[in-house]
């Protein structure tokens, strides 16, 4: 019997990143039976996004025009500028609702073990937008992880021959974490970083 | 900031059963980074779907087309119908490679907690098949739950009047399974299915 449409659904699905066999069936036939054109809903937002979205040219985020709406947005502070490595690190600073300034977004982070290096990243546009002279400081939003660490090194050279304040994240304890079930690393950097009272 | 093409895919996308917010979110960025096209690969899987799929008029399974090619495979032996809930518990006793007669489909269990009767499967489509006289033995591969026994039981007695042999799939170890980490209800229902040696 050759592979019919639920079956290449199936397939399809299953190249989603922590998709197997098992869910991608499960998901199949729950778009099978849902009576409200579910399928045809999620197929076209799926082109709309594949036709729609694009980098814009300022900040390199994805948004559906060039330039976006973050860079647009007169509201927001053109003197300070936040350096993510994906749009979604994006979604997660404004959800903080702390940050109103610009974006930068690197597309990746340096990984020396992955071969990837500066000339992968959006770095020569990050550089760029300093020569405008607006900008006073570039907040590197990255993870606090090695990746993260190794970027904001190079950048914190790079950027170093610009008149720019060069910030990174704050590293400590998270918010309701308790001492006794966070890892060692964490309540290290978080003794680094004490402050007085 | 009105929603734009990517917000609306991972809106769709976390409406789909065991996917949040965050998961959708992932999804949404590795379909748009994806550059081998999978976003479009998958809208069409979906309107291939939405557009082909519909039920067999004989076994009740989503197909392409009616009557299904289980229906039609003259090779399957027409004496033995295999009844289960849901076409991807057909998927899985196929897998097994074990039955190679018909099949039929019921769309559900029977389960009065959730309103679900017997007007709600498709038994009245499963009790017409017997009238053509030529199935000798109904296997009712239903799952070893309340809702399963609930259908098995009420199954049998619909089936009564008819001259076929009604099975049930066995119940005990499942392959692999070791006694010290099993459930007591399974253990109690291998020991009440022990066959001799």
């Known amino acids: 019997m050759k592979p019919g449409p639920l079956d290449r659904l199936i397939h399809v699905l299953s190249k989603l990143p922590g998709i197997g066999e098992k869910t991608a069936t499960r998901l199949s036939f729950f ?67 702390v940050f109103h300034g610009h974006y930068h977004i690197l597309h990746g982070l340096l990984s020396p073990l992955d071969g990837i290096g500066p000339e992968d990243l959006r770095i020569a546009e990050l550089v760029q937008r300093l020569h405008s002279g607006e900008i006073r400081e570039v907040v590197l939003a990255v993870s606090a992880n090695i990746e993260g660490d190794t970027t904001a090194l190079y950048l914190g050279r790079v950027l170093q021959d610009y008149p720019v304040r060069v910030t990174r994240l704050g590293q400590g304890l998270p918010a309701g974490g308790e001492l006794e079930y966070l890892d060692s690393f964490t309540v290290g950097r978080a003794f680094e970083s004490r402050r007085e009272l």
């Open 31 to 97: 778009l099978l039976r849902s009576k409200t054109g579910l399928s045809e809903e999620l197929a076209q937002a799926l082109l709309d996004v594949s036709r729609e979205m694009r980098l814009c040219e300022t900040c390199c985020n994805v948004a559906s025009k060039s330039p976006c709406d973050f860079c647009l947005d007169t509201k927001r502070d053109r003197a300070t500028l936040c350096v993510v490595a994906q749009p979604q690190d994006l979604k997660a600073v404004e959800k903080s609702g």
